[in-house]
C-alpha cells in the first residue's frame, strides 16, 4: 500500500492527545487501499492509526458506528477506540482519523481447508448480525458503478467486456435473494489467524447490506484462487463452514457461481479504475485483467459440475 499521508512523530503524537496517549514508537502498515495506517506503542498498548485518505467523513462515522455494533454482537474484528471527547472519528489536517485496538494474528496467503471452515463460519456469524439501517444498500464496486469507466478508451477490449458482464448481470440477479450484512471484501489479507487458529476479520470499509451470496462469491474469488482458477476444494471448505451456521437457500446455491463470477468481475472493474483512473500506476495498469479470466474461468465451468464441486 503506498501511504498517502506522510506523518511524523510530532503529526502522530498530535493525534494522539486527542486519546490522552503518549506515542513510544510507530511504523507504517503495509496493507488496504485508500488509508494510511500506523501501527502506535503507547504507554497503554499497541494501536493502530489510520487516515482516511479516500473515505468522507460521514463515510468513515458509518464504519466507526458499525465497528461498534459488531463489537455489541462480540464479533471478532477491529476495536474502534474513542477520543477523550468520546468521538468515533477525529479530523486531522480535514481527513477522518480513527484509532482501532491493535489485533495480534498473521495474514496468510494460502489458506488451507480448516482455516477456510472457520472464514465461513465467521461469516455466517457476520450475515446474520441485523443490517443497521445507515449501512449502502449498493456495493462500493458493484454493477450500478460499472458504466463510469466505460467509453473511455482507456482499454476499449476491457471496457467492451465489462459492458457484457453488466448486461448478463441485469438477467441472472433473482430479486429474491435474501441480503445481509456483509463485509464486501473478504479477501485472504482482512482476515487474521493465530497459527491455524481464526482470529478475527478487518478493514470493513467496504460493508453494505448487500446479497449474502455475493459475500460468499467475494471470499472465494479472495481466498481459493489459484493464478484465475476456483481451487473448488477450498471453496468447498468455506461452504461448508458457512452453512454450519446459517444453510443457503437452493436459489442461493443455483446462483453462488454467478456470484462469484460477479465478485470477480467487479474486483476488475476496482482495479482498472484505481490503476488507470483514480491513481494510475503503470505496472498495475493491467492488473484488472487477472480478474476478468478469473471470472470468464468460473463462467466456462457447467453448472453441474458446478454444484457437484461445491454442494454435493
Known amino acids: 500500500m503506498a501511504t498517502y499521508t506522510q506523518l511524523t512523530q510530532s503529526d502522530i503524537q498530535y493525534i494522539a492527545d486527542n486519546y490522552n496517549l ?7 502498515i503495509d496493507g488496504g487501499n485508500g488509508n494510511s495506517s500506523y501501527k502506535l506503542t503507547t504507554q497503554d498498548g499497541k494501536y ?15 464504519m466507526g458506528k458499525l465497528l461498534v455494533l459488531l463489537q455489541q454482537h462480540n464479533f471478532p474484528c477491529t476495536r474502534v477506540i474513542p477520543s477523550v471527547n468520546k468521538d468515533l472519528i477525529t479530523l ?8 482501532k485496538g491493535y489485533i495480534e494474528g498473521q495474514v496468510f496467503e494460502c489458506l488451507d481447508a480448516e482455516m477456510l471452515v ?38 476499449a477490449k476491457y471496457e467492451s467486456w465489462l459492458k457484457k458482464q453488466i448486461d ?27 497459527k491455524t487458529n481464526f482470529n478475527a476479520i478487518i478493514d470493513f470499509e467496504e460493508a ?12 472465494i474469488i479472495g481466498s481459493c484462487v489459484k493464478d484465475t482458477i476456483v481451487d473448488f476444494e477450498k471453496a468447498r471448505a468455506l461452504v461448508q463452514g458457512y452453512q454450519q451456521i446459517s444453510p443457503l437457500k437452493q436459489i442461493e446455491k443455483e446462483s453462488l457461481q454467478m456470484f462469484v463470477q460477479y465478485a470477480a468481475t467487479a474486483t476488475s472493474y476496482w482495479r482498472f479504475d484505481k490503476y488507470n483512473i483514480d491513481s494510475p500506476e503503470a505496472d ?28 454435493n
Not at 458493484?142 to 466505460?150: A, D, K, L, N, T
Not at 448478463?168 to 485472504?188: K, N, Y
Not at 453494505?208 to 471470499?219: D, H, N, P
Request: net charge negative; glycine share 4%; charged share 25%.
Open 118 to 155: 472457520q472464514l465461513g463460519v465467521e461469516t455466517a456469524k457476520l450475515n446474520q448480525i441485523p443490517a443497521p439501517n445507515y449501512l449502502p444498500t449498493e456495493h462500493p464496486y458493484g454493477r450500478s458503478h460499472f458504466p463510469q469507466v466505460m467509453g473511455l478508451n482507456i482499454d
Open 208 to 219: 453494505c447490506y448487500y446479497y449474502r451470496v455475493f459475500e460468499l462469491g467475494m471470499a
Open 284 to 311: 498495475r495498469a493491467n492488473k484488472h485483467w487477472q480478474m476478468a479470466e478469473l471470472a470468464e474461468s468460473v463462467n466456462a465451468v457447467s453448472k453441474t459440475s458446478f454444484m457437484d464441486a461445491i454442494f
Open 92 to 99: 486531522y489536517r480535514d481527513k477522518p482519523v480513527m484509532l
Open 48 to 62: 493502530v492509526l489510520t487516515v482516511c485518505d479516500d473515505k468522507t467523513l460521514d463515510e468513515v462515522t458509518v
Open 22 to 28: 503518549k506515542v513510544i514508537e510507530f511504523a507504517p
Open 168 to 194: 448478463d448481470l441485469e438477467q441472472d440477479i433473482h430479486p429474491d435473494l435474501p441480503r445481509a450484512l456483509i463485509h464486501g471484501d473478504l479477501f485472504f489479507d482482512n482476515l487474521l489467524f493465530e
